[in-house]
């Protein structure tokens, strides 16, 4: 039962990750790439290395993989906003006009 | 039969590698080479996990554990080199 559990867990991963690797390959600009990725390649990392935490149990591996987790979750969300800040200013997005004009003010 | 299936996952996800390669290689702004880098760098850490535990080898996680760290810090150095043309 633990078994099925974790490789449901783990291909679902696989799932998100080719999810998002398509996402990265045809969507037209970087802000769309970034919706791919962010959310896409969290979630797929929280389940693969949810998987193994499942396969293990509570050991001192076990405690390292809660570590990544928890880390993966803060992390990507905020190198991803910071990529977006950072390509606001100067992008000529899909629709050929500049991000920030079509953006309103700030 | 789990470790197998462990195998199998590395296996897709190098092959997803080889795509976000392929987009940091043609991306047009420096923007899309960041998301693609820092995908492959998501992708990556789940190797070395998946890895770890097909050769029982703890020591494999501690480099992804450093991995993750030497990431999120590539991306934030690139980004805020974009933003203010300096680091």
Redesign the interface.
């Given at each position: 039962m633990r078994?099925i559990l974790?490789?449901f867990l783990?291909?679902s991963?696989?799932f998100f990750?080719?999810v998002?690797?398509i996402g990265?390959?045809r969507l037209p600009d970087?802000f769309c790439?970034?919706h791919a990725?962010t959310k896409s390649?969290?979630l797929?990392?929280g389940l693969?290395?949810s998987s193994?935490l499942l396969?293990?149990g509570l050991s001192?591996?076990g405690v390292?993989?809660i570590?990544?987790i928890i880390?993966?979750l803060i992390?990507?969300p905020?190198?991803?906003h910071?990529?977006a800040?950072?390509?606001y200013?100067?992008?000529v997005d899909w629709t050929g006009q500049l991000a920030r004009q079509k953006g309103g003010d700030d | 039969m789990t470790e197998t299936a462990f195998l199998i996952a590395a296996i897709l996800l190098m092959i997803n590698v080889i795509f976000c390669v392929y987009r940091a290689a043609i991306g047009p702004t420096p923007g899309d080479r960041v998301v693609a880098i820092n995908m492959i760098t998501g992708k990556t850490i789940a190797v070395m996990a998946l890895v770890s535990f097909m050769y029982h080898e703890e020591l494999f996680l501690d480099v992804a554990i450093t991995y993750t760290l030497i990431g999120y810090t590539a991306t934030i150095c690139v980004a805020k080199y974009l933003e203010l043309k300096r680091l």
């Open positions: 078994e974790v490789l783990l291909f991963g696989v990750f080719t998002g690797t990265l390959l970087v790439r970034l990725n390649d969290t797929g990392v693969v290395l193994l396969y293990e001192s591996a390292k993989l570590f990544m880390f993966i992390t990507n905020t190198a991803g910071i990529v800040r950072a390509s200013d100067t992008i | -």
